[in-house]
């Protein structure tokens, strides 16, 4: 199995910076992809970053520029540097890593962590 810790959420003024961070542990040969979605009540879930295993990043319109996604492969870990805080990113926050097995791959979520950005 595979779990996913997340850190970092909070609340955090129009304007501020957070971190958030995600840990995975298990029993697994390595990780290929990982990602960060976000949901607010009422709508679906999505992507907000991704992290290759190779190191290349995607983001969505609304982030770029003010989120960075990087990763710790020694430490099986991802992170998200949100800067320039808007009220829109408040959303409860979702890590998510493919990983690979013997044969196979595994897709796994966080818990989840909400961010609240006052104005």
């Known amino acids: 199995q595979v779990q996913l810790v997340e850190s970092g959420g909070g609340l955090v003024q129009a304007g501020g910076s957070l971190r958030l961070s995600c840990a995975a542990s298990g029993s697994f040969f390595g990780i290929n992809t990982m990602s960060w979605y976000r949901q607010v009540p009422g709508k679906q879930r999505g992507l907000v970053a991704v992290?290759?295993?190779?190191?290349?990043?995607k983001y969505a319109d609304s982030v770029k520029g003010r989120f960075t996604i990087s990763r710790d492969n020694a430490k099986n870990t991802v992170y998200l540097q949100m800067n320039s805080l808007k009220p829109e990113d408040t959303a409860v926050y979702y890590c998510?890593?493919?990983?690979?097995?013997?044969?196979?791959?595994?897709?796994?979520w966080g818990q989840g962590t909400q961010v609240t950005v006052s104005s």
């Open positions: 998510n890593v493919v990983v690979f097995f013997e044969g196979h791959y595994g897709n796994y």
């Open positions: 992290v290759s295993s190779g190191g290349s990043t």
